[in-house]
């Protein structure tokens, strides 16, 4: 009868110790994923803050591009072609070359965003216009997000 109380009790202390260093162990996992979720929590905030500076970014050039697509669509037809012209042609001073090709540049950037976002409702994809257009693929893709952004 002794040795079978002795057996339990061996028995007993074993359960014991394994308990506790599944304890331990639930301990130290638990002390991870704190931590683990302290990292995630600071990750989101900062994720949060680039995603909000970003936006602000990208309104900023959202309303940069429509002032410049704004203004090139003020500049009547006729000033645009005379101001092709004085682009052509050499001047001595430099500064008006330089006001016929921001136009013409301005004009440019219109029709491209024009054509870009015709195609795409169009149903062309991103690859075939840039392919189509002579642009980047990159390029094509940020007028369709910045015209699917304005709408």
């Not at 704004?70 to 005379?82: N, Q, R, W, Y």
């Not at 012209?85 to 430099?94: H, Q, T, Y």
């Not at 075939?128 to 390029?139: C, F, P, S, T, V």
Request: net charge negative.
């Amino acid at each position: 009868m002794a040795l079978v109380t002795l057996i339990i009790a061996i028995i007993a202390l074993a359960l014991a110790l394994w308990c506790v260093r599944e304890i331990l162990g639930l301990r130290e996992r638990w002390a991870r994923l704190y931590g683990l979720r302290s990292a995630m929590v600071e990750t989101e905030t900062t994720l949060q803050e680039l995603m909000d500076e970003l936006d602000r970014s990208g309104q900023a050039l959202i309303a940069e591009l429509d002032n410049r697509l704004s203004d090139a669509h003020k500049t009547p037809l006729g000033e645009i072609a005379v101001e092709k012209e004085i682009a052509k042609s050499p001047d001595s001073s430099g500064g008006l070359p330089s006001v016929g090709r921001e136009a013409s540049n301005e004009v440019e950037v219109a029709g491209k965003t024009k054509a870009v976002v015709n195609l795409a409702r169009q149903g062309y994809t991103v690859k075939d216009i840039a392919k189509d257009l002579k642009l980047h693929q990159g390029e094509v893709q940020l007028i369709l997000d910045l015209e699917q952004f304005r709408q």
